[in-house]
């Protein structure tokens, strides 16, 4: 896959579909490598008539790591411990916009899953004239009032990732059947495939605190969101046990005009047999905002 040197940092990319047509970005979450978007799902997009990119976040995958900035305390963190991140989503967003720079578009549909919404947001209100439409999925606001996550899955999430290959396959299949979509098939199998290759390209869990960190310190930013004024969908589970639907809700509320969609069933994954239903508007939403 091919790389770019974009916002001080190196970021690895790929690409789908007919680069004439217009750009679809797609963000991933934390800790949380490009090949999450699985290239069968990107490729149904690009038939859509999209060109597709996919990248690896900061501190992830093959894109430049920030090994210094050392490795905070996210259970502390999360009872309300101070941390100081190493870097902001707001750089995270910077990387994007710079991602879009090196490649010479000028402007493109940007959508992201959980963090990754997060950040498609804050691309969304600080780089405006670059964003054709906005999709954020399963993600939130940042807002403390919302639903808390249960202690079981904050446990299961943050617990220590083991080193063996092994190991970390079993430790990630685990944590995923406490994410997962109950009204859709756990595919372990898939699960499990994936998961070795991720740990195969890029064996990295540090990343993830840190990536966790600057959400953190990120917070509520209401007024920001609600400045947004790119055509927005926000697409979000019913039964997700991370982001509560009520933050979706919440998105959808505060950015006017946008769309909301919540999908029965669905938990802070993307199961397969979702993909007609999310791909379908995500496509009829960027041909609208092409209009």
């Known amino acids: ?77 999360m009872k309300g411990e101070p941390v100081i991140p190493a870097y902001t989503l707001e750089d995270m967003a910077d990387d994007a916009v710079g991602l879009l720079d090196a490649l010479g578009i000028e402007k493109v549909h940007v959508c992201g899953a959980s963090v990754g919404g997060m950040i498609a947001q804050v691309i969304s209100y600080l780089h405006p004239k670059r964003v054709l439409s906005l999709t954020s999925i399963m993600s939130s606001t940042g807002n403390p009032e919302l639903p808390k996550i249960k202690p079981d899955v904050l446990a299961e999430v943050y617990k220590p990732v083991p080193d063996g290959r092994e190991a970390y396959i079993e430790h990630h299949v685990n944590m995923w059947r406490k994410l997962w979509s109950p009204g859709f098939p756990f595919d372990e199998k898939k699960l499990r495939t994936l998961m070795a290759e991720s740990y195969d390209r890029s064996y990295y869990p540090q990343g ?16 920001s969101i609600a400045s947004i004024k790119v055509p927005a969908l926000v697409i979000h589970g019913d039964k997700d046990p991370f982001m509560s639907v009520e933050g979706g809700k919440e998105t959808a509320q505060l950015i006017p005009g946008a769309k909301l969609l919540i999908i029965n069933g669905m938990g802070h994954d993307m ?10 508007a995500i496509s009829n939403h960027t041909m609208q905002a092409n209009i």
Not at 271 to 280: M, Q
């Open 208 to 223: 993830m605190a840190r990536q966790s960190a600057a959400v953190l310190a990120h917070g509520f930013r209401r007024s």
């Open 271 to 280: 199961p397969k047999e979702a993909w007609p239903t999310i791909i379908d």
């Open 1 to 77: 896959m091919p790389n770019v040197t974009a916002n001080g940092i190196q970021i690895e990319y790929d690409t789908f579909g007919d680069r004439s047509s217009p750009a679809l970005l797609l963000i991933m979450g934390g800790g949380s490598q490009m090949i999450y978007w699985e290239v069968e799902y990107c490729e149904l997009l690009a038939k859509k008539g999209l060109f597709v990119i996919r990248f690896d976040n900061r501190d992830c995958g093959l894109s430049t790591k920030f090994e210094k900035a050392g490795i905070p305390d996210m259970m502390a963190a």
